[in-house]
T-cell receptor, first 114, second 111 residues
Framework: DAGVIQSPRHEVTEMGQEVTLRCKPI?????LFWYRQTMMRGLELLIY????????DSGMPEDRFSAKMPNASFSTLKIQPSEPRDSAVYFCASSPGTENTEAFFGQGTRLTVV | QQQVKQSPQSLIVQKGGISIINCAYENTAFDYFPWYQQFPGKGPALLIA?????SEKKEGRFTISFNKSAKQFSLHIMDSQPGDSATYFCAAKTSYDKVIFGPGTSLSVIP
């Protein structure tokens, strides 16, 4: 298995532009997580899906952020409009969704908003 | 109550020494405690994990010690090597729920 695949690896965009981050979880995994990592805040859970349904989006910073999981093999995190403070590394992770199992992380997308 | 505390924030250890990272939690519903290791430019990866029904788990040079009554757990890295230099995250979760990460510890092992 190729693991969790994220794209793009790097994204540089201008303030106000729409940004879409993509994630392909490991086949067969039922849970998918989007995290944001910054020096100041560490690893923050943004949203969590189980069987393609959003279970907990309490970590989504504001209405500019939205996430979808249209099927079991694809998820997107969208920021519209983007702001410089959104600059961070965004990780997608998936897990089998069964009891006490690990989350497998992708390589991350480094987002820079200028 | 969902928070996981971790210390120290950074750690410098001599090669061959013991690295110790400590974590604490409040939520007694947590029942799975993984440790993740992250190298620069990479995503975190599971290093070792423990359930609260055991007090210690060892895998190679890595050992988790767990104190359920104190709600504390720690990672010990024996014979630390420069290749162990990374950021370490303790975490906690309840069954079927999201993983809550600690703030991380940046470990540097110097020759």
């Amino acid at each position: 298995d190729a693991g969790v695949i994220q794209s793009p690896r790097h994204e540089v965009t201008e303030m106000g532009q729409e940004v879409t981050l993509r994630c392909k979880p490991i086949s067969g995994h039922n849970s998918l997580f989007w995290y944001r990592q910054t020096m100041m805040r560490g690893l923050e859970l943004l949203i969590y899906f189980n069987n393609n349904v959003p279970i907990d989006d309490s970590g989504m910073p504001e209405d500019r952020f939205s996430a979808k999981m249209p099927n079991a093999s694809f998820s997107t995190l969208k920021i519209q409009p983007s702001e410089p403070r959104d600059s961070a590394v965004y990780f997608c992770a998936s897990s089998p969704g069964t009891e006490n199992t690990e989350a497998f992380f992708g390589q991350g997308t480094r987002l820079t908003v200028v | 109550q969902q928070q996981v505390k971790q210390s120290p924030q950074s750690l410098i250890v001599q090669k061959g020494g013991i690295s110790i990272i400590n974590c604490a939690y409040e939520n007694t519903a947590f029942d799975y405690f993984p440790w993740y290791q992250q190298f620069p430019g990479k995503g975190p990866a599971l290093l070792i994990a423990i359930r609260p029904d055991v007090s210690e788990k060892k895998e190679g040079r890595f050992t988790i010690s767990f104190n359920k009554s104190a709600k504390q757990f720690s990672l010990h890295i024996m014979d630390s090597q420069p290749g162990d230099s990374a950021t370490y995250f303790c975490a906690a979760k309840t069954s079927y729920d999201k993983v809550i990460f600690g703030p991380g510890t940046s470990l540097s092992v110097i020759p």
